[in-house]
């Protein structure tokens, strides 16, 4: 979500929303997993994320790195979750 060749989150929710609008409703369980998996900076989502993000880039601040992934992917889930159903 952060690192895309389309252009970070909101590029994906719009990607997400013209591929898959029609079908969002038989992921919200996916949703929701995600979204716990990232819910707060130290969840496990994050840490991952700043883990291998510091192995490629050393120069990368790990609580910053966890802190915009979670951020990234409450913004990606907050918006699928609200996209209406068509």
């Not at 997993?33 to 993000?53: H, K, S």
Request: proline share 5%; aromatic share 4%.
């Amino acid at each position: 979500l952060l690192h895309t060749d389309a252009g970070g989150v909101q590029a994906a929710i719009d990607r997400v929303l013209q591929e898959f609008g029609d079908q969002l409703a038989s992921i919200h369980t996916t949703l929701l997993d995600l979204r716990a998996n990232f819910a707060v900076a130290t969840a496990q989502g994050p840490e991952a994320y700043a883990g291998q993000i510091t192995l490629d880039h050393p120069d990368e601040e790990p609580a910053a790195a966890a802190t915009d992934a979670q951020l990234a992917v409450t913004q990606f889930c907050e918006a699928l979750q609200a996209a209406p159903v068509t």
